[in-house]
């Protein structure tokens, strides 16, 4: 399998324990343990990521409010999967996400269609009401 050298959107730093250690990159800096967010494949997935990394935080901003640019961070590029496969709490966590929210869309449509019934049925109400006041003009 392979994965590409970019670390997951949304993630969150694990606490080391667990009988983890962390790993030091080869630039030096101690690697975090993040896991995946990403609902998908790769969610709940553990890695090591470089605290250099280099385009995280990207909040940060390339420049000064000023205007001056802020002296680049040492960049790596460093990621490593831990975990290769999925637990089956995690697939099953993706797998239910991805019902409930297909579940809410066909809600929505449904409601939809029912406020568009609705709107119809008293559109051709007051045209009928129209009509007999018309004809009894
Ligand atoms: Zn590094």
Redesign the pocket.
Known sequence: MEFPNDPPYNKETLPFGDGFIASM?????L?RLVKSLVLGDDYGKRLWM????QYDPPSQGLYFPDGRPRSPPPL?E?IEYVDTEQTPEDIAHVYRVAQRARRHWFDMEAEERREEERRKMRQEEEERRRKYEAERK
């Open positions: 990159c080869l630039c030096g800096t690697c470089c605290n250099n990394y790596c460093f």
